[in-house]
């Protein structure tokens, strides 16, 4: 049996696989899949940070007047009484609750402090272009690029697949990521499938 034919049985399994997964995971979002909050996850390896539009449930131990449910605001800062306003923006919850413990000391002896991600909403990416549901989507975790152009309902018939193009905008400046899903699809090069984030925008023309 020739080393060709075995690489091309190899690479038609990968593709296969990972074609049963697509089909999934289409079925899964035809089912209803919400686009509300589906758990808090981190990305690969790493704590959910927070960012913009999140809710914050803070309270502490038999201090029932300070207990707030508090909105992360546009500029990524949150308002708290007593100690006033504190940065949350791209921080852990763990990391805020140790901020605000620290600050509290000074009116509370030894305040225990906890602060849960009430609700995800800063999570949103968009698909826009050639797929069957274009738009904003809020999800309670992270994606990578294949979940979101399921959850987008899939490429339509008159998709460019291998033109396919993530926009970033980090720092202020925008850069575009390519994506060739016939390569993702075969299982030739699915490092492309990248995890998006926050405001990532997948274009499909």
């Known amino acids: ?12 399994r990968v593709g296969a ?11 899964m979002v035809g089912s209803g899949f919400s686009q509300e909050r589906v758990g808090v ?3 690969a390896g790493g704590d959910y ?12 131990w038999k201090e029932d007047t300070l207990q707030r449910k508090v909105v992360v605001r546009p500029d990524g800062k949150i308002s708290f009484p007593l100690i006033g306003e ?29 602060v849960v991600v009430e609700k995800v909403a800063s999570y949103k990416i968009y698909v826009i ?42 720092n202020g400046v925008e850069t575009a990521i390519p994506f060739e899903y016939a390569k993702v699809k075969s299982g030739a090069d699915l490092r492309q499938n990248i995890i998006l984030r926050r405001g990532d925008v997948v274009v499909v023309p």
């Open 1 to 12: 049996m020739s080393d060709g034919w075995t690489r091309g049985a190899r690479r038609w």
């Open 17 to 27: 696989c990972l074609g049963v997964f697509l089909c999934a995971t289409l079925g």
């Open 41 to 43: 996850a981190g990305e």
């Open 49 to 60: 940070l927070i960012g913009p539009d999140d809710v914050l449930d803070i309270s502490i």
């Open 86 to 114: 504190i940065p949350a923006a791209a921080r852990p919850a763990e990391e805020i609750q140790k901020e605000i413990t620290q600050r509290l000391k000074k009116y509370i002896p030894e305040p225990v402090v906890t």
């Open 129 to 170: 272009g050639e797929v069957k549901n274009s738009g904003q989507y809020q999800v309670g975790h992270y994606l990578d690029v294949v979940q979101a152009l399921a959850l987008a309902g899939g490429l339509t018939a008159y998709a460019a697949e291998n033109k396919i193009r993530i926009l970033r905008r980090e």
